[in-house]
């Protein structure tokens, strides 16, 4: 009898662990929707819209440019997705990046604009816009993606590591680990799986 109640037991547990699981990676996440009364500038200083874009799917990355570890490999990596997306023939036109500053104090238009140099990346390139706002802006964008970030006073700023993938409507549809853990097939095939 008593083992009865114990295997019962251990089955309540386990649907208890399971319905928090998929609580945390599909249903909190359901109905995420990209901001769009959010104000941010572009690396030249320009005025980006939320509001009016054209409809694509759209992969978002927070990073700064002074950041030691996740954010230049996970830029690295987006730059070879970058590349099986354009032989795809979908970079740009279907799909595109959207970087976001989280240290918007210290990364001015200029620093930004060096960090593209530096994974050649263009100001004007139609398809990956590298933005930047004030704290509170950039706060509110990343609200709704429960993406956290905080500078403690040291040179670093401590965040979340991921990125996330947005359909053609402006909703999350998945979200990615940055730095080694960003598979960019994973990635590039999910994408194509959502452009189609």
């Not at 008593?2 to 386990?14: C, D, E, P, T």
């Not at 928090?20 to 109905?31: F, H, K, S, T």
């Not at 995420?32 to 572009?42: N, R, S």
Request: with cysteine.
């Amino acid at each position: 009898m008593k083992k009865r109640y114990y295997a019962m037991f251990a089955g309540i547990i386990a649907i208890g662990i399971t319905l928090g699981i998929l609580y945390i990676e599909v249903w909190r996440d359901a109905g995420v929707q990209l901001p769009k009364d959010v104000l941010l500038e572009t690396a030249s200083a320009e005025s980006y819209d939320f509001e009016n874009m054209e409809p694509k799917v759209r992969l978002i990355e927070f990073y700064y440019t002074q950041c030691p570890d996740v954010c230049p490999l996970t830029t690295q990596r987006m730059m070879h997705l970058r590349e099986m997306l354009k032989q795809e023939g979908v970079y740009g036109d279907e799909m595109e990046f959207i970087s976001i500053s989280i240290d918007p104090e210290k990364d001015t238009p200029e620093r930004i604009q060096k960090y593209m140099d530096t994974y050649a990346i263009s100001p004007d390139e139609n398809g990956w816009t590298f933005l930047r706002g004030s704290l509170e802006d950039t706060k509110a964008f990343a609200e709704p993606f429960r993406f956290r970030f905080e500078d403690r006073g040291t040179d670093y700023i401590v965040h979340d590591s991921f990125t996330y993938l947005i359909d053609q409507d402006n909703y999350l549809i998945e979200k990615f680990s940055m730095g080694e853990g960003f598979d960019k097939e994973k990635v590039f095939k999910r994408i194509m799986r959502t452009v189609d």
